[in-house]
């Protein structure tokens, strides 16, 4: 039987004494394979213990073994994202390649971890492991979502653990990401009586998503120390615009309008946030802002907008069963649908998170009636109601209009 003194295994123990082939002298021997583990240099002894026998007393005997610490092969880990351009919500898959750039390579095993420097996600929880790729080579792929603009591009990095063989390695890549519509989402506000700093802090703070917008009136005006700002005391001013681009994320958004401690009375209106021609909050009625309230809004990017409603068939007869289809784009889900029919039956309320909502119906009677559609979201503005005329026709097979789709 062996052992050692240090971290190892032996293969072949305990083995069966012989004596060699040609050998006339009394001498029995057995052979065994030790391998050492561990990550640092020492010297390892090994000792064999002879058991006995009917004719032989038991014994035992060591020899030193030093054991050297080999490095482990370096490696080189590149990252690339496909497309390398995306706007916000879009995916892009990211791909890290390892390889181990010894003069006898070997191919890597283990997993990659990705992170990002700015808002977004990553599938698998942002790990993978390395699949073989050619000899000394192995690449794993996870797919990122950025969920905000940043500065415009997202640095993507890629950590390879490392094996015991391999050394660890890290690569990024810049991703650029921009807003669906290129174009910059706006905030313009007025407010009242907002004249009040202390210490170098304003009354009323304007946060996005949790990011500091504008400080009023100290940190737009640069005023330091405590006082009155005397151009906002007692009147309505307009703010803005302020390009909020940067804050938001696609689906929803939270702003608030804050008065940090110790607290000023003050009253803001006409709060209104846009991206080009799109409206993403209008709110118009006046708010308090003092050291106990702080009026919060959500909003959603996209807006939500219904880009259909319709009737199947189009040709709607009495008694007969057809389908209300409503499908819309943006927005914050899940959704609740409900369908009203314009002839006084109860409304049939349905939730989705697929970008459509359907209900069936059957009109008791012939005539004319407007059916109406209204979408909710989760964000406060997330409120679309559509209305659709619809002929009904008797039975005995008269013509009329197919039902058409207004607003």
């Not at 050998?23 to 010297?43: E, K």
């Not at 009917?54 to 990252?79: I, K, R």
């Not at 958004?253 to 008065?259: A, E, R």
């Not at 970008?355 to 989760?378: E, M, P």
């Amino acid at each position: 039987m062996f052992s050692s003194s240090g971290a190892g295994t032996f293969t072949g123990s305990p083995c069966t004494i012989s004596r060699p082939a040609g050998v006339v002298v009394p001498i029995a021997t057995c052979q065994v394979t030790y391998s050492p583990t561990g990550a640092t240099a020492r010297t390892d002894l090994i000792t064999g213990n002879y058991s006995g026998d009917a004719s032989h007393v038991a014994s035992s005997g060591t020899f030193s073994v030093n054991v050297a610490v080999v490095p482990p092969d370096t490696t080189t880990t590149t990252v690339s994202c496909s497309p390398n351009s995306v706007t916000i919500g879009q995916l892009s898959s990211c791909t890290a390649n390892v390889a181990d750039t010894s003069t006898t390579p070997t191919t890597p095993t283990g997993t990659v971890s990705f992170v990002s420097d700015s808002g977004g996600s990553f599938s698998s929880s942002g790990s993978c492991a390395l699949s073989a790729t050619a000899t000394g080579a192995a690449s794993c792929t996870v797919n990122y979502t950025p969920n905000s603009i940043g500065s415009g591009t997202h640095t993507i990095t890629g950590s390879y653990s490392g094996d015991p063989t391999h050394a660890t390695s890290t690569g990024s890549f810049q991703l650029t990401v921009t807003q669906p519509s290129g174009q910059a989402v706006q905030l313009t506000f007025r407010a009242f009586d907002i004249d009040d700093f202390d210490n170098g802090v304003g009354q009323l703070q304007v946060l996005v998503n949790g990011h500091l917008v504008v400080d009023l009136p100290a940190g737009l005006n640069h005023l330091t120390g405590s006082g009155d700002y005397q151009p906002y005391d007692n009147v309505w001013v307009n703010f803005g615009p302020f390009d909020i681009t940067s804050f938001v994320v696609q689906g929803e958004n939270t702003i608030v309008f804050q008065s940090p401690p110790p607290g000023h009375f003050g009253l803001v209106k006409n709060i209104l946030i846009t991206q080009g021609d799109t409206v993403l909050l209008q709110v118009n009625g006046s708010r308090a802002v003092s050291a106990s309230r702080s009026p919060t809004f959500t909003f959603s990017n996209p807006p939500l907008v219904v880009t259909s409603y319709t009737v199947n068939p189009t040709m709607v007869v009495k008694d007969a069963t057809v389908t209300f289809t409503a499908t819309f784009t943006g927005g914050s889900g899940p959704f609740t649908c409900s369908f009203t029919f314009g002839d006084g039956t109860p409304a049939v309320v349905v939730t989705t998170s697929s970008g459509t909502c359907s209900a069936t119906h059957s009109y008791d009677d012939s005539g004319n009636f407007l059916a109406r559609v209204k979408i909710i979201g989760q964000a406060s503005t997330d409120i679309v109601r559509v209305f659709l005329g619809v002929t009904v026709l008797e039975n005995n097979g008269q013509s009329g209009p197919p039902a058409d789709c207004s607003r």
